[in-house]
T-cell receptor
Framework: EAGVAQSPRYKIIEKRQSVAFWCNPI?????LYWYQQILGQGPKLLIQ????????DSQLPKDRFSAERLKGVDSTLKIQPAKLEDSAVYLC??????????????FGPGTRLTVL | AQRVTQPEKLLSVFKGAPVELKCNYS??????LFWYVQYSRQRLQLLLR??SRESIKGFTADLNKGETSFHLKKPFAQEEDSAMYYC????????????FGAGTRLFVKA
């Protein structure tokens, strides 16, 4: 079974530029998450999708971050414009259903973003 | 507020020594607790969860509701245990959102 795929793996941009990340979850997984992991910290949830609907985006900085999962499969996360403090690893994760105690969350390899 | 605290950023032990990675949490209700592990150049992955009451790779963790702790233990550390370990919680109060601690890097010396 293929795991969660993410691209690109690395990205370097200058502040005020735009950037987009792509995630392909495990086939059949209804729930998809985007996390931001700043150096020295644990992952922090940015947004959670159930199929193509948003379940939780309470920690997403909506003035600059946006995310979509139009067909309930792949997802993109965009930052526009980027700030220095956005430098982090962006992790995508998926799980079969979500909200079920025995459901396991599977993580992608992450995209390391550096904003100069 | 829901919070996970891992007081040690780095823990260094000798091979064969016991290891305990500490985790304390704050949560209103009955959370589910997890330990995730990230080995060098690998993805973050689930190590164990408290409801399973299992031992994975020799690691165990007991949920202590009185002390709001979920410490990870292994009686005899191995070099291959060297990794980053994250304690996390999830629960109905937070819409099953997973909240992670800052992580502890375990280094097992030969």
């Amino acid at each position: 079974e293929a795991g969660v795929a993410q691209s690109p793996r690395y990205k370097i941009i200058e502040k005020r530029q735009s950037v987009a990340f792509w995630c392909n979850p495990i086939s059949g997984h209804a729930t998809l998450y985007w996390y931001q992991q700043i150096l020295g910290q644990g992952p922090k949830l940015l947004i959670q999708f159930q199929n193509n609907g948003v379940v939780d985006d309470s920690q997403l900085p909506k003035d600059r971050f946006s995310a979509e999962r139009l067909k309930g499969v792949d997802s993109t996360l965009k930052i526009q414009p980027a700030k220095l403090e956005d430098s982090a690893v962006y992790l995508c994760a998926s799980r079969l259903k979500g909200g079920v105690r025995t459901d396991t969350q599977y993580f992608g390899p992450g995209t390391r973003l550096t904003v100069l | 507020a829901q919070r996970v605290t891992q007081p040690e950023k780095l823990l260094s032990v000798f091979k064969g020594a016991p290891v305990e990675l500490k985790c304390n949490y704050s949560y209103s209700g009955s959370p589910e607790l997890f330990w995730y592990v990230q080995y060098s150049r690998q993805r973050l992955q689930l190590l164990l969860r408290h409801i399973s009451r299992e031992s994975i790779k020799g690691f165990t963790a007991d949920l202590n509701k009185g002390e709001t702790s979920f410490h990870l233990k292994k009686p005899f550390a191995q070099e291959e245990d060297s990794a980053m370990y994250y304690c996390a919680l999830s629960g109905h109060t937070g819409g099953f959102k997973t909240i992670f601690g800052a992580g502890t890097r375990l280094f097992v010396k030969a």
